[in-house]
């Protein structure tokens, strides 16, 4: 006979796993029941072939098989969970710097291609602030390019299309929002006044034209380029957002709290040491700063990249070492949508 303390033992143990199922369960349910049914039958079948070779001569099925799902549902749901709750536990939040040189001032605001809309709703409010202040207004966006130019950052970037198309499409994949939907304010008004709102950037063809002199001087990185591209195996994203959009309503809502997990994650970490970041970062950073110190007698509000932001202020310093940082506030770029929906007593709507 079980003594008492390893009868409460093994009640404390199934508890805890009758915990942990349940826990899980609910994840993999939402990715769909077929998941949920199939890592419960692997498991329980897992937990067969473990129990018959451990007692070749005394079995306990059903409670192996118990143990086995529960544990492979808990196994599978825990990273699952990690990643669905990271923008909560670690939101992605972008810098907005204030820098001085002692006779005027820039703003930099950090930006990410895809984020939440309510992220995107206050950068706008803060730039009609600014220009309603006197700011000129400097915003991100490569220009088109010669079609060799563009074939050459399409395949650097493993892209098969237009980006902010793809960009688009990732956004409404993940139930984010893509930032030119927010911000093509600013370009119609760039229209109308040149002077004050800017499209302060290169051109496509200017990056690619800087990319060959590079490799003029380091023959290496062309080689480099070519070893990336490979090793990419002829991923798509195109590829994968047609999967995507195939799926049922359950798994693209799955899919897309998984992904703005996914994307806290990467947009949250160092900028990777990157050839191409000589071009994408550092060429495009100098010609930044120099339009700045251009603009000499204006002060200036940036929506660029928060990537950029280290790079920038130390070109900017190379030209006027005066540039310091006066305050720098934080916003989440990546939270859960907005678009609840609730219920109003019974008889209010009358």
Known sequence: MPSVTAI??????????????????PILWAASPLVLVAVAAL???????????????RHRWRRSALVGGALACTLVAAPLYWLVLQPALHPLAVPRVT????????????????????FYRSVVYDMIRARDAGYVLYFEGTLPGTPEATAWLNAAVHADGDLNAQ???????????????????????????PAHIISADVSVTEMYDEWQRL?????????????????AGGLSISRLLDIVSGLGDRQRDFLATACRGAFTMLLGRAESQNDMNLVVLDFRNRKLADRIAADADQDIYITHGSGHFPGLLEEMRKRNPSWQILSTTWSTAILPPDDAVGHLPAGADR
């Open 99 to 118: 820098l001085g040189d002692g006779t005027r001032q820039v703003v930099f605001q950090g930006m990410v291609h895809v984020g939440s809309e309510q």
């Open 43 to 57: 498991g329980a079948g897992l937990g067969l072939v473990v129990e018959w070779a451990i007692r070749p001569y």
């Open 215 to 231: 490799v003029a001087a380091r023959p290496e990185l062309a080689q480099a380029m070519a070893a990336d591209g490979a090793n």
């Open 8 to 25: 409460r033992i093994q009640t404390l143990l199934w508890a805890v796993l009758g915990v942990l199922f349940l826990l899980s369960a």
């Open 167 to 193: 960009y688009a499409r990732v956004a409404q994949a993940c139930g984010m929002q893509f930032q030119g939907d927010f911000l093509g304010f600013v370009q119609r008004q760039a229209a109308i006044d």
